[in-house]
């Protein structure tokens, strides 16, 4: 149950099931609330680019996902008009968790940002990638 | 055969395959030479996020191919630092296509961009979205 | 006059003239109308970074107002909430030329590039970055 | 005096005075050191863009110049290929605090972001914009 505009958590689980990639890429929500998001996924090896790691389409649709999720927390639905990352270092890594923020959440547009962390055999997690994004709230909550 | 550090479009159809990503999503490099680069794919319901529209992981990995391939034809082998993509309207259609162009290819970064179309049932293209791809030559060709 | 709510060159003219930076930096507005805007810039010795070259910041304040412009004669009064640039040579040039154009002007959104050239002693054009402006319309005309 | 490849805060001093543009525009180094630094400049009426609010070519210019003196802390000499910005709110104050980090240093690139301040007439601090900057090891310390 939800009070605001927000999503809680079992609102973003909802909405992280019923699309289609998300499930196909085995997406979790690990956390969120309060203008932050955490979402997981599994290596596959059907993921990688030429190199054998991960498709820099993968890295995008961890951190946008991040972004898009930590948005809802505070803006409910939104849709990305612009997205940008830095890939930083090779993408490599028994799991991913991207972390979203939101930066700024406005009535006509929400501004948020999302850092991509690979997590080697060993469970250490080093920063991979950095992205942005620039959502406008669709009015559902 | 090739005579300078540039691919052309047989060796990009061998890069093509050789990522595992490339052949799960069905990316197929329809042209590529002289600073340009066409990516083919067909809609999948399983790439879809939760309105059924194309995901915007999809929409990177189009738009990022299609510029690394562009850079790839002026300068070989190539990895990506930077991307960014504008989202214009919801990618919904039966084939998407991406077509990149190299801005400028030096000796040590690549600027490329691309625009994605969508191909609807009766053949008509409207693009869909816009991106932006900083490259690193990574030396091999 | 004006019959939508699109700017024409004269109001562009006299909104460039109402900003106080762009009358220190003597922006001239050279064309405007149908999705597109040209501002012209003398070079100043003043305007310059530590080697010499048109300072990072003046190279944005062109690619900006270019997109601005062009995004003000479709959509009218406009602010930004996302720009992005690409320096691709050296800023050099007897003067400067930006040239927006609006790539897609929504209720909500206004999506504009630009892009900016050099010119030499002899007249020549060079093209030195080129930018992106995401734009909201804020409703006067 | 500096021991490795890296501009301790006297050369920061020193690039910055050598630069026209930041001379014009009276920016100050205000700290540098270990991946960070901090630009200061006063308000002026002259650079406002239409609405009164300061031009998105001095904010471009003050996060750009904080990216890249963050980064010059650990690459020395370094030149700006890619550069992007946020506009969250107005950028009114008394005075302007730009702060940069450097993201990750690497040998061919360097990622930075910096986060623009508005200093009230009460000394309150609002964060007004974000920036990131790709740039290139130039080779000179």
Known sequence: MTTGVGFDLEQLVATNSSAAFNRMAGFEVVAAGDGHAEIRMTWRDDF?????????????A????????AAATESGAVTASHFSMNCLRPAIGRH?????????????????????????EQGDLSLVATGETLLIPTGGA
Do not use: N, P, W
């Open 48 to 60: 990688t680019q030429y190199a054998g790691h991960l498709h820099a389409g993968m890295i995008a």
């Open 62 to 69: 961890l951190l946008d996902t991040a972004c898009g999720f």
């Open 96 to 120: 991913f968790i991207a972390k979203g923020t939101t930066v700024r959440a406005g009535r006509r547009q929400v501004f948020a940002k999302a850092e991509l962390f690979a997590e080697s």
